[in-house]
């Protein structure tokens, strides 16, 4: 309703070898924006900083935070510039609550934008799109948001190949950006 | 064709003057007065406001400007230069955070405008920079610093300074009353040095405080009037005793 949240697992993959399983994968781009990045390591961290400090020019230039639309259409436009030169291997969401309330979009590494009202990135789609699909309704508050979270989380623990997860949560609202508890996979 | 433009506009004079630069700082001279005093733990910046038109909007003239969130600047001079310079500075607060994950020092930061306007001083077409900056901040550890740059492109720290019309007058005033001061004595150290050569009056007087920490505080017309009145009820006692 006046929230986005937004979900991450906590595992560097290297090959086959887990080399970190608490990492932190949903960047602050100011105040009242998250980007949850996943892809390649480096490309992911270099992206989403160029983007923060880009955010960060606007602010100081113009004294005014850009919307989460124009933030997400920026970051859109440096993908699909990146694209064919040398493209940026990362997938994100960036949520974010303006002064036009709450919104949530998804972007690829091919510059594809789409404004959603839930989404997945990485293999969680497979698992968590029908749940959301069947689940989500407009004008959740955010314990039901976080509710719906969890569902999700379970399908993912039990369901995914490389489950057993921890998650980091993050939720923004007009009151700027929250970090939840973790969801441990033991308690999920 | 393109030779037409590698011609350098400022050269040496005989006596080894260079001209173009001289008179950049005559423009200097002509820009409104802009003052900066360091106290021990905030940065006081004060600017004689030019008096604007009837239908103009106030707060879209502005000599003090923002470059990062833990830096600011005021300049005197030509306004479009200013805007030019500041803008460079800003791209490179953020390109110096993007590549060192640190705030920029205030030193590199004034190091960096000052080589700008120096690189305009011996490039082919163009002309220098027809400002002087006044640049504050507190750098990582939290020591405030003031730096001053000019149009030839040299810098320095001062403890308080000022540029601009009169500025002269205002720096002679500083050098007889500056002593180490911290919080509203600063201020009203700012605002006396900028009253020796500006119409009394909170209307005639930008002043931006700079607190380590904090956003960069710009003083409402009220909040000015009562510095000048604090300063004005001071003077009026050491007068009568």
């Given at each position: 309703?006046d929230?986005?949240?937004?979900?991450?697992?906590?595992?560097?993959?290297?090959?086959?070898?887990?080399?970190?399983s608490?990492?932190?994968?949903?960047?602050?781009?100011?105040?009242?924006?998250?980007?949850?990045i996943?892809?390649?390591?480096g490309?992911?961290?270099?992206?989403?900083?160029?983007?923060?400090?880009?955010?960060?020019?606007?602010?100081?230039?113009?004294?005014?935070?850009?919307?989460?639309?124009?933030?997400?259409?920026f970051?859109?436009?440096?993908?699909?510039?990146?694209?064919?030169?040398?493209?940026f291997?990362?997938?994100?969401?960036?949520?974010?609550?303006?002064?036009?309330?709450?919104?949530?979009?998804?972007?690829?590494?091919?510059?594809?934008?789409?404004?959603?009202?839930?989404?997945?990135?990485?293999?969680?789609?497979?698992?968590?799109y029908?749940?959301?699909?069947?689940?989500?309704?407009?004008?959740?508050?955010?314990d039901?948001?976080?509710?719906?979270?969890?569902?999700?989380?379970?399908?993912?623990?039990?369901?995914?190949?490389?489950?057993?997860?921890?998650?980091t949560?993050?939720v923004v609202?007009?009151?700027?950006?929250r970090?939840?508890?973790?969801?441990?996979?033991?308690?999920? | 064709?393109?030779?037409?433009?590698?011609?350098?506009?400022?050269?040496?004079?005989?006596?080894?003057?260079?001209?173009?630069?001289?008179y950049?700082?005559?423009?200097?001279?002509?820009?409104?007065?802009?003052?900066?005093?360091?106290?021990?733990?905030?940065?006081?910046?004060?600017?004689?406001?030019?008096?604007?038109?009837?239908?103009?909007?106030?707060?879209?003239?502005r000599?003090?400007?923002?470059?990062?969130?833990?830096?600011?600047?005021?300049?005197?001079g030509?306004?479009?230069?200013?805007?030019?310079?500041?803008?460079?500075?800003?791209i490179?607060c953020?390109?110096?955070?993007?590549?060192?994950?640190?705030?920029?020092?205030?030193?590199?930061?004034?190091?960096?405008?000052?080589?700008?306007?120096?690189?305009?001083?011996?490039?082919?077409?163009?002309?220098?920079f027809?400002?002087?900056?006044?640049?504050?901040?507190?750098?990582?550890?939290?020591?405030?610093?003031?730096y001053?740059?000019?149009?030839a492109?040299?810098?320095?720290?001062?403890?308080?300074?000022?540029?601009?019309?009169?500025?002269?007058?205002?720096?002679?005033?500083?050098?007889?009353?500056?002593?180490?001061?911290s919080?509203?004595e600063?201020?009203?150290?700012?605002?006396?040095?900028?009253?020796?050569?500006?119409?009394?009056?909170?209307?005639?007087?930008?002043?931006?405080?700079?607190?380590a920490?904090?956003?960069?505080?710009?003083?409402?017309?009220?909040?000015?009037?009562?510095?000048v009145?604090?300063?004005?009820?001071?003077?009026?006692?050491?007068?009568?005793?």
């Amino acid at each position: 309703k006046d929230y986005v949240l937004l979900i991450a697992d906590r595992k560097v993959a290297y090959s086959v070898v887990a080399l970190k399983s608490d990492h932190d994968k949903i960047m602050h781009l100011d105040a009242s924006k998250l980007f949850a990045i996943a892809g390649e390591g480096g490309d992911a961290v270099q992206f989403s900083e160029y983007v923060q400090k880009n955010l960060h020019l606007y602010n100081l230039k113009t004294g005014l935070p850009l919307s989460t639309k124009a933030a997400a259409h920026f970051t859109r436009n440096e993908l699909a510039t990146a694209l064919r030169k040398g493209p940026f291997q990362v997938n994100a969401l960036l949520g974010g609550v303006d002064h036009s309330g709450p919104s949530l979009y998804h972007l690829d590494y091919l510059g594809t934008l789409h404004k959603v009202n839930f989404g997945a990135q990485g293999y969680g789609g497979y698992f968590c799109y029908s749940i959301l699909d069947r689940l989500w309704k407009p004008d959740m508050s955010l314990d039901e948001g976080v509710a719906l979270m969890n569902t999700c989380i379970k399908e993912i623990n039990s369901r995914f190949l490389v489950g057993g997860a921890d998650f980091t949560i993050k939720v923004v609202t007009a009151e700027g950006i929250r970090v939840l508890d973790p969801v441990l996979a033991s308690s999920a | 064709m393109s030779s037409r433009y590698d011609r350098a506009i400022t050269v040496f004079s005989p006596d080894g003057h260079l001209f173009q630069v001289e008179y950049a700082l005559e423009a200097v001279r002509k820009g409104t007065t802009a003052v900066g005093v360091r106290g021990t733990d905030l940065i006081v910046l004060g600017v004689e406001k030019k008096s604007t038109a009837k239908l103009q909007e106030e707060r879209t003239v502005r000599k003090i400007h923002v470059l990062d969130d833990h830096c600011c600047l005021a300049f005197a001079g030509l306004t479009a230069d200013a805007r030019v310079l500041i803008n460079k500075a800003r791209i490179e607060c953020q390109s110096y955070k993007l590549t060192m994950e640190d705030r920029v020092s205030i030193e590199y930061i004034t190091r960096y405008i000052a080589g700008v306007q120096q690189k305009y001083t011996q490039s082919g077409g163009v002309r220098p920079f027809g400002i002087s900056t006044l640049i504050v901040g507190f750098d990582a550890d939290g020591t405030p610093r003031l730096y001053q740059t000019d149009p030839a492109g040299t810098y320095s720290a001062w403890k308080a300074n000022a540029t601009g019309r009169n500025s002269k007058t205002v720096r002679e005033f500083l050098e007889k009353n500056y002593t180490e001061t911290s919080g509203d004595e600063t201020v009203k150290l700012a605002v006396r040095a900028l009253l020796e050569v500006v119409e009394s009056g909170g209307r005639n007087v930008e002043i931006a405080v700079l607190r380590a920490g904090q956003p960069l505080q710009i003083y409402d017309e009220k909040q000015v009037e009562a510095v000048v009145s604090a300063i004005e009820a001071e003077k009026a006692a050491t007068e009568t005793s």
